[in-house]
C-alpha cells in the first residue's frame, strides 16, 4: 500500500519554489483543459498518456485510488482557490541494472491537482522507493505548474473522474516543474543521492512532456478518425435509401 509517511501539502503549491531546482521549462502547444485531463491518469495504464508512459518507463499500476476533493483552508483557498484533488497510487517500477539494486520496486506515490485561475493549473507529485538502499527514509517531490500564455480559455472545471478531454482549442502554454528530494533521516551519502535522484528526475520530466504531446496528437487523431467514420456512415446511409427508393420508383413504372 501507500506509505502513510509520504505527505502531499497543498501549501507547497502557494509558488514558493527556493529550496527545489528547476527541473524543466519549456513552452509547448496544447490546451489546458487537455492537460488537466490527461494529467489525472498519470501513473496509471489509463487514458493516452497513461498508457503510454507505463509501456515506455516501465511500471505497473497495483492500486490507483479515487481522486477525493479536499478543502483547503482559508489561507490556502485565497491563494490557490477553494479546493484541491488528491489521490494516492501504488505501483510497481522496473529498474536499470545497478549494484545492490533490486531489479523492480514498489512506489508510493501521491497526487495533489488544483487550477488556481482559467490560465494555470498545478499538479504536484510525490513519489517514494520502497525496496530500494534507504529508499524509505526520502522521497521525491515534483511541483508541475502549466499556464496559458496565448489564445487563453474561459475558466473550466476540473473534469469528473474518467473523464477524457480530447478537444480543445491548443493555447501556448508554459510548463514549469520544481523538484527536490525530501529527507526524513539523516543520511551519510545523503547529498550524492539527491543529486541522482534530481539528474533521474530531469530526464524523466522531459519524457512525460514529450508523451503528453504524443497523448494529445493520438487523441486528434482519434477524434479525426471517428469523425470520418461517422461522415461515411452517414453517407452509406444516404445511398441506401437513395437506391431503394431509385428501386421502388423502378418497381411502380
Known sequence: GVCPALP?????????????????????ALPLSFVQAALRDLDTADGALGRRLSRRMGYTTLHAGAWQQVSLAQ????????????REVSLKLRLPPMPMFPSETNVSVAHSLVQPS????????????????????GFLEEVWTFKAVA?????????????????????????????????????????????????????????????LQHAYAEAGEDAAAAAEAETLGVGTSLSR?????????GGGL
Not at 8 to 28: F, I, N, T
Not at 118 to 137: H, S, T
Not at 173 to 189: G, L, N, P, Q, Y
Open 151 to 211: 489564445a487563453s480559455s474561459q475558466p473550466e472545471a476540473i473534469p469528473a473522474a474518467g473523464t477524457h478531454v480530447s478537444g480543445g482549442e491548443a493555447s501556448v502554454v508554459e510548463v514549469k516543474m520544481w523538484a527536490d528530494v525530501i529527507f526524513t533521516k539523516k543520511m551519510r551519502f545523503a547529498e550524492r543521492a539527491r543529486t541522482q535522484v534530481l539528474a533521474r528526475a530531469r530526464k524523466l520530466a522531459a519524457v512525460v512532456l514529450e508523451e
Open 75 to 86: 489561507a490556502e483557498a485565497s491563494e490557490i482557490g477553494p479546493s484541491a484533488l488528491r
Open 241 to 249: 435509401v437513395a437506391a431503394a427508393g431509385a428501386g421502388a420508383a
Open 118 to 137: 482559467a490560465d494555470d493549473l498545478v499538479f504536484e507529485r510525490a513519489a517514494q522507493a520502497l525496496d530500494v538502499p534507504n529508499g524509505r527514509y
Open 8 to 28: 502531499v501539502g497543498v501549501s507547497s503549491l502557494r509558488g514558493s519554489h527556493a529550496k527545489r531546482e528547476l527541473a524543466l521549462e519549456e513552452r509547448v
